[in-house]
Protein backbone atom coordinates (compact mmCIF):
# COMPACT_ATOMS: atom_id res chain seq x y z
CA UNK A 1 0.00 0.00 0.00
CA UNK A 2 1.55 3.78 -1.32
CA UNK A 3 1.48 6.30 0.61
CA UNK A 4 2.50 8.41 -2.73
CA UNK A 5 -0.21 11.49 -2.86
CA UNK A 6 -2.29 12.00 -0.27
CA UNK A 7 -3.22 8.44 -0.15
CA UNK A 8 -6.74 8.17 -1.06
CA UNK A 9 -8.91 5.13 -0.08
CA UNK A 10 -11.68 3.51 -1.15
CA UNK A 11 -14.16 3.20 1.94
CA UNK A 12 -17.42 2.50 3.39
CA UNK A 13 -18.02 5.55 5.56
CA UNK A 14 -20.41 4.24 8.53
CA UNK A 15 -23.86 4.86 7.28
CA UNK A 16 -23.29 5.73 3.59
CA UNK A 17 -25.10 3.50 1.07
CA UNK A 18 -21.56 2.79 -1.11
CA UNK A 19 -18.23 2.90 -1.22
CA UNK A 20 -16.80 6.39 -1.52
CA UNK A 21 -13.22 7.57 -2.38
CA UNK A 22 -12.02 10.28 0.99
CA UNK A 23 -8.37 11.87 1.70
CA UNK A 24 -6.83 11.10 5.41
CA UNK A 25 -6.18 14.40 7.01
CA UNK A 26 -3.43 15.56 9.41
CA UNK A 27 -5.12 15.71 12.72
CA UNK A 28 -7.02 12.19 12.19
CA UNK A 29 -6.31 9.05 14.90
CA UNK A 30 -5.43 5.58 13.27
CA UNK A 31 -5.70 2.77 15.66
CA UNK A 32 -4.49 -1.00 14.87
CA UNK A 33 -4.11 -4.74 16.45
CA UNK A 34 -0.04 -4.85 17.55
CA UNK A 35 1.66 -8.02 17.11
CA UNK A 36 3.97 -6.73 19.62
CA UNK A 37 4.20 -9.01 22.73
CA UNK A 38 2.50 -7.00 24.78
CA UNK A 39 -0.44 -6.85 22.60
CA UNK A 40 -2.87 -9.39 23.92
CA UNK A 41 -2.51 -8.15 27.21
CA UNK A 42 -3.52 -4.61 26.74
CA UNK A 43 -6.39 -6.57 24.69
CA UNK A 44 -6.98 -8.24 27.54
CA UNK A 45 -6.85 -5.65 30.20
CA UNK A 46 -8.71 -2.59 28.57
CA UNK A 47 -11.59 -5.05 26.62
CA UNK A 48 -10.25 -3.37 23.25
CA UNK A 49 -9.24 -5.13 20.24
CA UNK A 50 -6.84 -2.44 19.32
CA UNK A 51 -3.98 -2.41 21.22
CA UNK A 52 -1.57 0.37 19.35
CA UNK A 53 -2.62 4.05 17.45
CA UNK A 54 -1.24 6.97 16.76
CA UNK A 55 -1.66 10.24 14.64
CA UNK A 56 -1.93 10.93 10.87
CA UNK A 57 -0.02 13.99 9.46
CA UNK A 58 -0.08 14.53 5.60
CA UNK A 59 3.59 16.23 4.45
CA UNK A 60 3.32 16.96 1.22
CA UNK A 61 2.67 14.15 -0.87
CA UNK A 62 3.40 12.07 1.71
CA UNK A 63 1.04 10.62 4.72
CA UNK A 64 2.74 9.49 8.01
CA UNK A 65 1.71 8.41 11.90
CA UNK A 66 3.57 9.79 14.87
CA UNK A 67 3.62 7.25 17.41
CA UNK A 68 5.22 5.92 20.35
CA UNK A 69 7.32 3.01 19.68
CA UNK A 70 10.65 2.77 20.66
CA UNK A 71 11.71 5.78 20.22
CA UNK A 72 8.47 8.75 19.45
CA UNK A 73 8.67 8.74 15.52
CA UNK A 74 7.07 9.44 12.63
CA UNK A 75 7.08 6.63 10.88
CA UNK A 76 6.01 6.77 7.07
CA UNK A 77 1.64 5.26 6.89
CA UNK A 78 2.28 2.08 4.53
CA UNK A 79 5.29 1.27 6.97
CA UNK A 80 3.05 1.85 10.09
CA UNK A 81 0.12 0.00 8.30
CA UNK A 82 2.11 -3.17 7.31
CA UNK A 83 2.77 -3.97 11.00
CA UNK A 84 -0.46 -4.15 12.31
CA UNK A 85 -2.11 -7.84 12.59
CA UNK A 86 -3.74 -8.56 9.33
CA UNK A 87 -2.67 -4.88 8.13
CA UNK A 88 -6.61 -3.90 9.72
CA UNK A 89 -7.07 -0.50 11.00
CA UNK A 90 -9.45 2.15 11.73
CA UNK A 91 -9.05 5.62 11.24
CA UNK A 92 -11.20 8.20 13.57
CA UNK A 93 -11.45 11.93 13.36
CA UNK A 94 -12.50 14.32 15.82
CA UNK A 95 -15.99 15.67 15.55
CA UNK A 96 -16.10 19.50 13.44
CA UNK A 97 -12.49 18.34 12.77
CA UNK A 98 -12.40 21.56 9.70
CA UNK A 99 -13.72 23.98 12.99
CA UNK A 100 -11.16 22.47 15.16
CA UNK A 101 -8.29 21.55 13.02
CA UNK A 102 -7.11 24.67 11.60
CA UNK A 103 -3.89 25.17 10.16
CA UNK A 104 -2.45 26.63 13.75
CA UNK A 105 -3.72 24.18 15.52
CA UNK A 106 -2.01 21.29 13.64
CA UNK A 107 1.35 23.40 13.80
CA UNK A 108 0.03 23.51 17.64
CA UNK A 109 -0.26 19.90 17.98
CA UNK A 110 3.19 19.22 15.93
CA UNK A 111 5.07 21.68 18.49
CA UNK A 112 3.73 19.37 21.30
CA UNK A 113 4.23 16.54 19.92
CA UNK A 114 7.92 17.17 18.93
CA UNK A 115 8.81 17.43 22.69
CA UNK A 116 8.12 14.01 22.98
CA UNK A 117 10.20 12.86 19.76
CA UNK A 118 12.73 9.97 20.46
CA UNK A 119 12.10 9.68 24.17
CA UNK A 120 11.23 5.84 25.50
CA UNK A 121 8.59 3.79 24.86
CA UNK A 122 7.05 3.81 28.73
CA UNK A 123 6.99 -0.19 29.65
CA UNK A 124 5.95 1.27 32.75
CA UNK A 125 2.50 2.97 31.98
CA UNK A 126 3.12 5.99 33.73
CA UNK A 127 2.08 9.35 33.54
CA UNK A 128 5.43 11.83 33.09
CA UNK A 129 6.46 13.00 30.45
CA UNK A 130 9.78 11.08 30.60
CA UNK A 131 9.29 8.03 28.20
CA UNK A 132 5.71 7.82 26.66
CA UNK A 133 3.16 5.07 25.64
CA UNK A 134 1.09 5.52 22.36
CA UNK A 135 -2.20 6.37 23.71
CA UNK A 136 -0.96 8.62 26.16
CA UNK A 137 1.00 10.05 23.63
CA UNK A 138 -2.34 10.81 21.38
CA UNK A 139 -4.05 11.72 24.47
CA UNK A 140 -1.61 14.59 25.77
CA UNK A 141 -0.85 16.36 22.10
CA UNK A 142 -4.58 16.45 21.58
CA UNK A 143 -5.50 18.01 25.23
CA UNK A 144 -2.14 20.40 25.57
CA UNK A 145 -2.99 21.81 21.71
CA UNK A 146 -6.61 22.17 21.87
CA UNK A 147 -8.10 21.11 25.33
CA UNK A 148 -9.76 18.22 24.04
CA UNK A 149 -9.82 15.45 26.15
CA UNK A 150 -10.21 12.63 23.81
CA UNK A 151 -11.49 9.68 26.31
CA UNK A 152 -11.59 9.32 30.34
CA UNK A 153 -8.48 9.15 32.19
CA UNK A 154 -8.55 6.00 34.50
CA UNK A 155 -6.23 4.40 37.04
CA UNK A 156 -4.52 1.45 36.36
CA UNK A 157 -7.03 -0.79 39.37
CA UNK A 158 -9.72 -0.15 36.90
CA UNK A 159 -8.50 -2.35 34.13
CA UNK A 160 -9.23 -6.45 34.05
CA UNK A 161 -5.63 -7.64 36.02
CA UNK A 162 -7.31 -11.07 36.27
CA UNK A 163 -5.75 -13.03 33.33
CA UNK A 164 -2.83 -14.82 33.39
CA UNK A 165 -1.62 -12.73 30.24
CA UNK A 166 -1.78 -9.85 32.12
CA UNK A 167 -0.85 -11.26 35.64
CA UNK A 168 2.71 -12.38 33.68
CA UNK A 169 2.98 -8.68 32.07
CA UNK A 170 2.24 -7.23 35.70
CA UNK A 171 4.96 -9.37 37.38
CA UNK A 172 7.45 -8.82 34.84
CA UNK A 173 7.01 -4.64 34.92
CA UNK A 174 6.03 -4.55 38.24
CA UNK A 175 6.94 -7.34 40.73
CA UNK A 176 5.20 -7.39 43.69
CA UNK A 177 4.33 -3.59 43.74
CA UNK A 178 1.72 -2.99 41.21
CA UNK A 179 1.08 0.76 41.11
CA UNK A 180 -3.07 0.39 40.98
CA UNK A 181 -3.79 4.00 41.71
CA UNK A 182 -1.13 5.33 38.32
CA UNK A 183 -3.05 7.55 35.99
CA UNK A 184 -3.69 5.52 32.55
CA UNK A 185 -5.65 6.29 29.02
CA UNK A 186 -5.84 3.24 27.30
CA UNK A 187 -6.63 3.08 23.33
CA UNK A 188 -10.15 1.62 24.44
CA UNK A 189 -11.22 5.07 25.91
CA UNK A 190 -10.50 7.28 23.19
CA UNK A 191 -11.21 4.48 20.51
CA UNK A 192 -14.69 4.97 21.88
CA UNK A 193 -15.07 8.49 22.32
CA UNK A 194 -18.06 10.47 21.88
CA UNK A 195 -15.93 12.67 20.53
CA UNK A 196 -14.99 10.80 17.41
CA UNK A 197 -15.97 10.07 14.28
CA UNK A 198 -15.07 6.86 12.12
CA UNK A 199 -13.77 7.85 8.48
CA UNK A 200 -12.62 4.84 7.73
CA UNK A 201 -12.70 0.99 8.32
CA UNK A 202 -9.83 -1.35 6.15
Known amino acids: ?3 GGLFALTIRLI ?28 QLATGSEY ?8 EGDQT ?3 EAIQPVKLTPLDEWVARGKNQHYVVK ?6 EVLTAETLNRMKAVGNKFKGKNYDLYFEWSDERIYCS ?9 ATGIAIGSLQQLKE ?14 RYGNNVPLHEKVISPERMFNSDLLVTICIH
Open 1 to 3: MGA
Open 15 to 42: GDPAPESKTLQSGDIIFQTSQSSQSKAI
Open 51 to 58: SHMGIIYV
Open 64 to 66: FVY
Open 93 to 98: RVKNSA
Open 136 to 144: ELVWKIYFE
Open 159 to 172: FSLTSPEVKQKLKE
